[in-house]
């Protein structure tokens, strides 16, 4: 096990919690810094000892398959220890407080948190009490920032930059972390930010984050650089959003014949899981340029990045 | 940690997805690289660093405790990475189908994925889609072929031989996974098979698979030179197979004169967990003929030489 | 990865079970051994190869996230392999005996089994049939001696001593596990325990275990050393315990003015999870006199000291 070549960096923050509070150069540090650890992916033994004593706490209060593994997979890479808790089974369905549970995990002397929740700003109150590196991994509608990272990290190795790209967003704009996340990082970046989908599921004064606003797809999608499709619920809370998803699909689904619109050398994006024939047809899911499964890939990368990073914000500390 | 004497070996198979797929030549080696994977756990330090930065999948959509676990133990003692699944809480709950489920984890880039499924197929689906070496750890009631090779490994240590064996089979012969695997690896190494068990429980023209049917335990049982039970479930889909646990036992279950039929050096065989005086009677199961703890424990060792196995055709293709 | 400054200890017994087999050397060698180990939280790599190549099984059967999580961090920072099992999802849910589950995870040769359970004798249960060192982790409202043993840690960490010392338990006696362990620790030791609760809550004879008897919180507060605080569940089976968490807060929960009878330099504990507002107040558990979290930490080093130990005796054995 050889350490992988990373870049030397100053990194100071704590906690990685959103977008948001990023620099432009804290996220291109990120990314440079996955690129690194991208290599080690590609070796015969995928690890190395950059965190090996360290213990990571992974607390998902919501289900996941692809972040809570993602982020799994990473800390083996890393050679950290990892704790798994659910929101099920643990202390809070006795009726502890989150904080209380929280304070007895930091009691344990973990080193990072990472912290999936349905309700958007936990990460930040667990990140103000506790000592450990906190790292959103979702919290509600809010922010889910290494998806947004891992997007951009894509991004960059398929079209080698982010300025001045047309990013064209699509689906469910109102209920989703992935593109709040996504939009502050393009727009940082120097992107120029389209989101489109119905009426029903584009938030109030979206234009304000600095993306165009449209209703129309086909529009949406001229001269794209990059498309990202979202997932669609056609239903929250009861209330229906759309008609039907056969409706959605011919409205809002991307297909290879409306992907014609966009630059020749698009790419198309999505976070996953995937509604085939929904808001994507399996012909361009599994197409030639769909980088879907690129994202799952790179997530890992970028996730090593993330904790390493705030590895040595922990280290200074000390 | 040192490396344990593996036989030199030629394997050339991604997967294990049955034994109807193996040769005799391919049983035996997973058999003696077994024994070589044995000698592990008498030592006081029972891992080898065979598999150190491999990453491996357990996905078990069954609930499981001794396969899943002996999978485990058999991942740790390699030094594996492990990362688990199960069929709730995933992102198939999402009604994302299992070939997206499983394309995302291979982006992840496992070296080997271990499946178990409710339906006959599944992990033979996933084996032609992933580049990953995949393994069967139960599909339906299909197959089961790490359950039949530790039975093979057990048989062969008290026998010392496979070929010209009499083995009978006995119990719920329609629904087991574990028989279809056990009568193709002992027809395959030449033992003679015989199973019994209820007409209800008797799939039609099993005959076909090369072995002798009865009706009548105590026949079966005559100069057996091995008495395997199996797990029996009265009732299934809401149709009753038998009267009442009290008759089965009556009439399938195995007790201390029954056995009196078969060799005097006949060993008996559950794959657990165990109906206690239902299939098979305590004084029985903890007797002295009994080997079923025996089976246990050689699951981690066959299980082993099925990871090392699979791993060098992973790093035959890179 | 340093061995720490381990005592060089003389230990023999192959379970811990309970507290009240213990002599009081045994206790002060575990508190010792655990003053070692407490050191490797410090570090910067809180891990020691101790344990590297034993398996650990940690069987719970009842939901817990600070037990399991503090055995588990215990484990990962000794190195030992660690498989998890809960109740759900295990082969007892297909009806097999807890005696058969026990046999076929010991048959896969584990070195240590933690078990919490909700039947008291469980673990002892196990201990007997099992070559596996066996380590209660909770059995009812029997035992729970890691907690009694990380309580005395942080005692003797802030008084250097335990004989002499009046501690004050409060709240249901009756059905607490906590309690009965630190009973007979603080007993053997040579502390004098005051019990206090309400009468619905304190069981029969409790008295012969040597403690004294109270059900008025002020008397039994007055010049206590130790304030070891209960949660406290208000019904049981059904069965109201007391008429409200108001009324209850009011005659047994502890507020500073209340606390202010006890010595100056008098400590609080709780085993967590705390109610807020029901046993304890806010600021009593948040205020400088409460070691509410240095409880959670000390238990990491004291479950260390206690697979350290056990480990060795399994050594002993072989």
Do not use: C
């Amino acid at each position: 096990m050889s350490e992988p070549a990373i870049p030397e960096v100053t990194w100071t923050r704590k906690d990685l919690l959103g977008i948001a509070d990023l620099s432009s150069e804290e996220i291109e540090l990120i990314l440079d810094t996955a690129e690194a650890f991208q290599a080690i992916a590609q070796r015969p033994i995928k690890k190395v000892p950059t965190l090996r004593g360290k213990t990571v706490l992974n607390l998902f209060f919501e289900p996941s398959t692809r972040t809570r593994s993602s982020f799994e997979l990473a800390e083996k890479r890393l050679s950290a220890d990892a704790l798994n808790f659910s929101g099920s089974g643990s202390a809070l369905s006795k009726g502890e407080s989150l904080l209380d549970t929280a304070r007895n995990l930091e009691a344990m002397a973990p080193d990072l948190v990472i912290i999936r929740h349905q309700h958007p700003g936990v990460p930040h109150l667990l990140a103000d009490r506790l000592d450990s590196g906190v790292i959103n991994a979702g919290d509600g509608a809010h922010e889910h920032p290494t998806q947004a990272l891992l997007d951009a990290f894509t991004i960059r190795q398929h079209k080698k930059r982010l300025a001045g790209l047309k990013v064209t967003i699509v689906g469910d704009i109102e209920h989703s972390r992935v593109v709040r996340s996504n939009i502050h990082l393009l727009v940082k970046m120097g992107a120029r930010v389209t989101v489109a989908g119905p009426r029903t599921m584009m938030p109030v004064a979206i234009e304000k984050l600095g993306v165009q606003v449209s209703y129309d797809f086909d529009e949406a999608l001229t001269d794209a650089d990059v498309v990202m499709m979202l997932r669609v619920q056609l239903e929250r809370h009861g209330r229906s959003l759309f008609p039907s998803t056969r409706e959605y699909f011919q409205v809002f689904g991307l297909t290879q014949a409306r992907l014609a619109r966009a630059k020749a050398d698009a790419i198309v994006m999505h976070p996953g899981p995937m509604n085939r024939g929904v808001e994507i047809a399996s012909a361009v899911a599994d197409g030639e340029t769909s980088v879907i499964l690129e994202q799952v890939a790179n997530g890992v990368a970028v996730r090593m990045a993330v904790l390493y990073l705030l590895s040595l914000a922990q280290q200074g500390k000390s």
